[in-house]
């Protein structure tokens, strides 16, 4: 038999840990370049230099002047959130995945092969495309719901 799990950590269940700092990250986004999301942005900013989060610092704290706030919102999200895997989310969300990918493709020397395995078609080597950016729907979804289209690609 198996170990009967008696907390949280022995368990087979997954908890998503959400932290202060993805918080105020989330309101910036959401409220944009307002007093309100220039706080909570800069609030991560000041943690993250050690400084006291709830004083301003002219030095690190981001204005109402900096350009396009959601791009600085995603760049502190990259910095602050690294290695808790969101970031491909983020860059989905934003638009900048499939550039990102194509930009840094390994693309090999020799020429590209297709491999078929169980008759899905795909590069071995190569830059990736659109259809590699979404994971096929599952068959036994599109049975129970025929309205359902698969994601291109599968």
């Known amino acids: 038999m ?12 997954n908890v998503p840990v959400l932290r202060l700092a993805e918080m105020y990250l989330i309101v910036a986004e959401a409220v944009g370049p307002t007093p ?8 991560v900013r000041r943690r993250s230099f050690g400084l006291d989060y709830n004083a301003p610092s002219a030095a690190h704290d981001l204005t109402a002047a900096s350009a396009n706030f959601t791009n600085l919102v995603l760049r502190e999200r990259k910095y602050e959130l690294a290695f808790e895997f969101d970031r491909w ?10 550039p990102t990918l194509t930009d840094h493709a390994f693309i090999p020397r020799m020429t ?16 990736p495309t659109q259809n590699n950016l979404v994971l096929p729907i599952p068959q036994s979804e599109i049975d129970t ?3 359902l289209v ?4 599968y």
């Open 89 to 98: 989310f983020d860059m989905k969300r934003a638009g900048t995945l499939y």
């Open 2 to 13: 198996g170990k009967v799990g008696t907390n949280i950590w022995d368990s087979g269940l």
């Open 36 to 43: 309100e999301g220039l706080e909570a942005i800069n609030k």
């Open 112 to 127: 590209q092969q297709a491999a078929t395995l169980r008759g899905v078609t795909s590069n071995v080597h190569g830059i």
């Open 145 to 147: 719901n025929p309205g």
């Open 150 to 153: 698969q994601n291109p690609g």
